[in-house]
């Protein structure tokens, strides 16, 4: 039991990775500091990302363990 919340942890601090390099990537794209339509351009891609990001993440942990029945 340990065990699986230790690799749960692992597996979402890895999936920090790609997404701190897709944000800085929106950033360089986006530059949402020029003007406020950009911002707000920005602001909805990153929703956007934290959603689709998080639906990704929980699928891939629950593959990884799947639900006891029982």
Do not use: E
Request: overall charge positive; charged content about 10%.
């Amino acid at each position: 039991m340990k065990l699986q919340r230790l690799l749960i942890l692992v597996i979402i601090l890895l999936s920090l990775i790609p997404a701190w390099y897709i944000n800085a990537w929106l950033q360089k794209v986006i530059r949402p500091r020029q003007s406020f339509g950009q911002f707000l351009l920005y602001m909805v891609a990153s929703l956007v990302l934290v959603f689709a990001y998080t639906f990704l993440v929980v699928t891939i942990i629950s593959w990884v363990f799947p639900r006891v029945k029982g």
